[in-house]
């Protein structure tokens, strides 16, 4: 770091975050909605480090930032994830874990982006920067929006609101990966009068929920009103739109909570057994960097499990996590970034809990007294009506 970084003047606040996005006034309709609720639990607890001194952040050196997509069923999730990596969804094919998208085109800078809805317990986690919330504009908001909005307040989330499937409006023309305005310029009157009504009410449907939504280019306050970007993840328009905004807005709000620090602080996504691998965790390393051979300790159903990092894996390059196939090893991986951690013992983990480094001067009995802690608030999130079992699978609807 060079010696005029004394003179920089201290990084913006971060001005993301939900209260001044509230609409002022809940309408009619509205008082039973869930989504203002004050918040419940500390549901980021798990962030906290384990060193007695945390190192200190360098300014200038920051991470990737943690976007997760989340919203209706069918609102296009995982085809915009596919879109943003320029790839091909293949018919039948389950929502990928996480991508690390490249975007070198934009200032060097990478993102990861987790399609949500099979992560239930990361969404929960506080974890993610900023989310990407998909409404099928044909359809408007939904439960599930409405579920994702409850959570994104809860872990005061930003995000940036998708509308979906713009070329299913009656008489579209396909401007394939134009820029949105431009692409709206090429349209019939009644096309861009169908795509305003619409808009005009998704818009009135997010007052009513309290929650205060703009188009991106009509937005004159953003950090106090959220941005809405109209996309197609079939012929691409828009999504330059929504790149543009994930990282413009991430760079500019959240300079302190991307500034990367030594502190390890990683949460288990997914357990799974792999052939020839035995049972792996799916992690998402947020900060920090896990080497081979690391001694860590996950939060398990009979205990905490003391291990040591076997593997740590990630598919090759354009692949995802969960597609099946050879993996590239590493002898140490660097936040931000999602890998998969062979060890012994993982068969118990706890998907949605932290994994936590043990350093060589950490008192491991401490270690694992925090790592059980957090079952118990990974067990306090799943709601349960006491009887019978409480399932959250928002595919199921889908094949109902
Ligand atoms: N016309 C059109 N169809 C789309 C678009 N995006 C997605 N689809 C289609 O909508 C359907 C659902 O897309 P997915 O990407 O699986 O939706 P999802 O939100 O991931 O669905 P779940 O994960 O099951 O909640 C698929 O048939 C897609 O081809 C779009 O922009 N335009
Ligand atoms: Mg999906």
Request: aromatic share 6%; with cysteine; charged share 20%.
């Amino acid at each position: 770091m060079g010696g005029g970084q004394e003179n920089r003047p201290p990084p913006p606040q971060y001005q993301g975050g939900w209260n001044s996005r509230e609409a002022p006034v809940m309408k009619k309709g509205a008082t039973n909605r869930t989504v203002f609720n004050p918040v419940v639990a500390d549901e980021t607890q798990h962030t906290k480090q384990l060193s007695a001194v945390p190192s200190k952040p360098s300014a200038g050196n920051l991470r990737s930032p943690i976007c997760s997509i989340m919203g209706d069923a069918s609102s296009g999730k995982t085809m915009l994830l596919h879109c943003i990596r320029g790839s091909n969804v293949q018919q039948g094919h389950e929502a990928c874990s996480f991508t690390h998208y490249p975007a070198q085109e934009i200032r060097g800078r990478s993102l990861l982006v987790i399609d949500a809805p099979c992560h239930q317990s990361f969404k929960r986690s506080g974890l993610c920067d900023i989310a990407i919330l998909v409404v099928d504009i044909m359809h408007g908001i939904q439960q599930q929006t409405i579920d994702s909005l409850d959570l994104l307040k809860r872990t005061n989330t930003d995000l940036i609101i998708v509308l979906n499937k713009v070329d299913r409006i009656c008489a579209w023309q396909t401007c394939r990966n134009a820029p949105i305005r431009e692409a709206l310029m090429q349209q019939y009157a009644s096309a861009k009068y169908e795509f305003r009504r619409r808009v005009v009410k998704i818009v009135s449907q997010f007052r009513m929920l309290g929650v205060n939504a703009q188009l991106y280019y009509e937005n004159n306050t953003m950090g106090e009103t959220f941005s809405i970007v109209p996309t197609s993840a079939i012929s691409g328009e828009g999504i330059t739109d929504m790149l543009f905004l994930l990282f413009g807005w991430t760079q500019k709000t959240m300079i302190e909570k991307l500034t990367y620090s030594e502190d390890v602080q990683c949460t288990v996504l997914e357990v799974k057994v792999i052939e020839g691998y035995g049972t792996t965790i799916d992690v998402v390393l947020a900060q920090g960097v896990l080497r081979r051979g690391d001694q860590i300790v996950v939060s398990g159903m009979k205990g905490p499990i003391v291990t040591t990092i076997r593997a740590l894996l990630t598919p090759h390059p354009m692949e995802e996590l969960c597609i099946k196939g050879s993996f590239m090893h590493h002898k140490e991986i660097k936040a931000v970034m999602g890998v998969k951690i062979t060890a012994q013992g993982l068969e118990h983990a706890i998907a949605g809990a932290s994994l936590y480094l043990v350093k060589p001067d950490d008192d491991l009995e401490y270690v694992k007294q925090v790592a059980m802690e957090d079952v118990e608030s990974v067990l306090s999130r799943i709601e349960g009506s006491g009887e019978g079992v409480c399932v959250e699978a928002p595919r199921l609807l889908k094949k109902l």
